[in-house]
């Protein structure tokens, strides 16, 4: 059985540009849910996609948008890039639906994305 | 709001010695609590979770939680820290829904030799 991979595992682009990171989720999981996790601090949730939809939203502007295909991989776009945006991207992937699921969130090992 | 809080940023224990850290949360029910543990440079492994039933919890590598409602605590405990423990621990709640895990702001670990 295979974990949750990322890629890239870093990446430097400059404000303004955009960027997507990519997420391949652990065998038989059907829920992912990304994070980003500032220098320093705890993860934030950015939002969760179950079977292709979004399935939660946490505080983030719309310039964070995402995809979940049919094989349950996932990707992270972010438009407009600010210097702010520098963090490690964290994604997770789940068994469960999100809706009163007990599901374990398993994470990757994150990317690196550093703005300047 | 829901909210996760850590109050101890660092910790420095010697190894051999028991270790506590400290999570606390504010949740209107109660609330699914895990830890994670994040090493440098990796992702977020699960030490342990609690959804209900038993308020004591076992996990991985050795560590237990002791969830007190009346406390609005979950602490993580090890009877005795190895030097591989050191990391940064993460506390965090879930919300009955999934769809918005709350973390702490993590607290770090050293350990002395």
């Known amino acids: 059985e295979t974990g949750v991979t990322q890629s890239p595992t870093h990446l430097i682009k400059t404000r303004g540009q955009q960027v997507t990171l990519r997420c391949s989720s652990q065998?038989?999981?059907?829920?992912v849910s990304w994070y980003q996790q500032a220098l320093g601090q705890g993860p934030q949730f950015i939002f969760q996609?179950?079977?292709?939809?979004?399935?939660g939203r946490g505080n983030f502007p719309p310039r964070f948008s995402g995809l979940q295909f049919p094989n349950y991989s996932s990707e992270l776009n972010v438009n407009a890039l600010e210097l702010d945006d520098s963090a490690l991207y964290l994604c997770?992937?789940?068994?469960?639906?999100?809706?009163?699921?007990?599901?374990?969130?398993?994470f990757g090992p994150g990317t690196r994305l550093t703005v300047l | 709001a829901q909210s996760v809080t850590q109050p101890d940023i660092h910790i420095t224990v010697s190894e051999g010695a028991s270790l506590e850290l400290r999570c606390n949360y504010s949740?209107?029910?109660?609330?699914?609590l895990f830890w994670y543990v994040q090493s440098p440079g990796q992702g977020l492994q699960l030490l342990l979770k609690?959804?209900?039933?038993?308020?004591l919890v076992q996990g991985i590598k050795g560590f237990e939680a002791e969830f007190k409602r009346s406390q609005s605590s979950f602490n993580l405990r090890k009877p005795s820290v190895h030097w591989s423990d050191a990391a940064e621990y993460f506390c965090?709640?879930?919300?009955?829904?999934?769809?918005?895990?709350?973390f702490g702001p993590g607290t770090r670990l050293s350990v002395l030799p």
């Open positions: 997770a992937s789940s068994r469960g639906g999100g809706t009163g699921s007990t599901d374990t969130q398993y």
């Open positions: 065998s038989g999981h059907n829920t």
């Open positions: 996609y179950y079977r292709e939809e979004e399935n």
């Open positions: 949740y209107g029910a109660t609330p699914y």
């Open positions: 609690y959804f209900s039933g038993d308020t």
């Open positions: 965090a709640g879930d919300d009955n829904y999934g769809q918005n895990f709350v």
